[in-house]
């Protein structure tokens, strides 16, 4: 069984996690580097975005979500495992690397520029008659995932970015056939494997206060099959959604406000979008349900429903019952939340405002929406059954999480959470770790039939003490027994924490070799 060992990390050994890792790799792990066996029905690839670097040309970023997208692919195939990284190269990272400096401000407040010289530009701008520019950069950073021969990287506001999967070389920005006209794409998308579908979202939001959000169902040629628009006043922000069969749920929050001064003072470089992320008592908090296209739903208008003020990042398992009504879990956070960077080591300021998984009802008829704390530990980032989403065969919830009592942080543990019976596991880690990513031992004829926790867990973990990573391998049925496998790095290098990550059956790898290593 993992251990609860209740020691607290060193802060300054843990904020080494963020570090750059400038160099990218390509190789087969040796198997005198794993500890334990990689099952034989792990075959596949498990991808992970995050920032890969924490400076620019010597100016510290003021926050990791500022960082240019570094890819990692682990290959599972035949027991043997390859690895492989490299950085999104995006133009603002190209032409940053031919200016030898920064040029690009960031979303959460790392600027190109000092602040005279930003309030200079917007004051010389503003007497022009001409609008301020805000050239914020796109790290595309957030997520990464394979559909239909590609890999595409994500940041919310903007548009993804192309990878070739064999290689992971960046091929360039991609509007997807001109569909994302919106020009973004969220970080978080599902799947409907039933139908054999991709779902994404675009957000754009008009300084008159009117959204656009759209949503967008592809085919496994990327044929767009289903897209639906609409502008919803006070939808400042989405950056997950739950994919129902009747509906498409979102949260809209009252944590993001928009304005006209708040415009300009991003551009004259006095806060960015990301510091200004904090509770407006005067803004709604609702989930908002979009019909979807293709089914005989009577609905066939946006309905929102009240819901308490809190503000949701992501969400976990989810269904709709016999009378329609729906049911999701999702991680909280209270009205105390902000994006600060935590001691320098979480995201936002998980010491006083930690992520707490809750159960939401929605009776759709009634319009009315209950919840319920669901668990008592710090979490976030939960992951599903990336085939069942949405689905009454996909119960188990699996959390990024601090199971230590007095502690929030760091994230150490794996919790996996049955929805239907509020039972839990745990896997207590002996280091940092980040998104736990479900794989399915069946690929993908697993949407349905037997239970949705035949598979495994994968999980980054941090090891502060060596400043080194390496990804554990969890039997899903059994996540509080002892890891199967421990994949240690041949270079003995660690990777800067990750954001999102993803599984696909696929593998783009050709056999392993046959002489040992
Ligand atoms: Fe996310």
Redesign the pocket.
Same mark, same amino acid.
């Given at each position: 069984m993992s251990a609860k060992v209740r020691i607290p990390l060193d802060v300054q050994q843990l904020r080494r996690g963020w570090e750059s890792l400038e160099r990218e790799s390509s190789y087969w792990v040796p198997q005198a580097d794993i500890i334990g066996q990689i099952p034989r029905g792990l075959r596949g690839t498990f991808l992970r975005n995050g920032p890969g670097v924490n400076a620019v040309y010597g100016k510290r970023l003021k926050h990791p979500i500022d960082g240019d997208g570094m890819v990692c692919a682990l290959t599972f195939i035949d027991g043997r495992v390859h690895f492989r990284s490299k950085f999104v190269s995006s133009s603002h990272r190209r032409e940053e690397r031919d200016a030898g400096k920064v040029l690009y401000d960031g979303q959460m407040g790392t600027r190109a520029t000092g602040p005279v010289t930003q309030f200079g530009k917007v004051l010389v701008s503003l007497l022009s008659g001409k609008k301020p520019k805000i050239k914020f950069r796109n790290p595309s950073n957030?997520s990464v995932f394979y559909w239909g021969g590609k890999v595409l990287t994500t940041y919310e506001t903007n548009l993804p970015h192309c990878l070739d999967p064999y290689t992971l070389e960046t091929m360039g920005l991609d509007d997807l056939g001109g569909t994302l006209k919106l020009h973004a794409m969220a970080? &978080?998308y599902r799947v409907d494997m039933k139908k054999k579908r991709l779902i994404c979202l675009s957000l754009r939001v008009r300084l008159n206060g009117a959204a656009e959000v759209g949503f967008y169902e592809f085919d496994e040629h990327w044929h767009c099959c289903n897209a639906v628009h609409h502008s919803i006043a006070g939808l400042n922000y989405i950056?997950?959604f739950v994919l129902l069969p009747q509906f498409y749920l979102v949260h809209m929050t009252p944590f993001v406000k928009v304005s006209t001064s708040l415009v300009l003072k991003w551009a004259a470089g006095i806060s960015s979008p990301g510091e200004e992320m904090r509770y407006h008592s005067d803004l709604p908090s609702k989930f908002v349900l979009i019909p979807r296209p293709g089914h005989s739903n009577p609905n066939s208008t946006v309905i929102m429903i009240n819901t308490e003020p809190f503000h949701i990042? &992501?969400y976990g398992t989810a269904y709709q019952d016999r009378h329609d009504n729906i049911h999701f879990t999702a991680v909280c956070l209270d009205t105390n939340f902000n994006m600060t960077f935590d001691d320098e080591i979480a995201l936002s300021n998980v010491s006083v405002s930690p992520g707490r998984l809750f159960k939401f009802h929605i009776d759709v008829k009634q319009l009315t929406c209950s919840q319920e704390m669901a668990d008592l530990a710090s979490v976030e980032f939960p992951t599903v059954h990336p085939f069942r989403h949405g689905l009454s065969t996909s119960r188990y919830n699996y959390l990024m999480a601090s199971d230590r009592q007095g502690y929030n942080l760091p994230y150490r543990d794996v919790i996996k959470f049955d929805h239907l019976s509020s039972s839990r596991q745990v896997y207590y880690s002996h280091g940092s770790i980040g998104e736990p990513v479900f794989a399915p031992r069946h690929g993908y004829s697993s949407y349905e039939g037997g239970d949705d926790d035949d598979g495994y867990v994968l999980v980054q973990l941090y090891n502060p003490e060596l400043h080194r990573t390496e990804f554990i391998v969890l039997d899903a049925r059994h996540i509080d027994a002892d890891p199967c496998a421990r994949i240690c790095l041949k270079l003995k290098h660690h990777i800067p924490y990750g954001?999102?990550g993803s599984f696909t059956p696929d593998v783009f790898v050709s056999a392993p070799p046959t002489s040992k290593l």
């Open positions: 957030t970080a &978080h950056h997950d990042f &992501h954001f999102h």
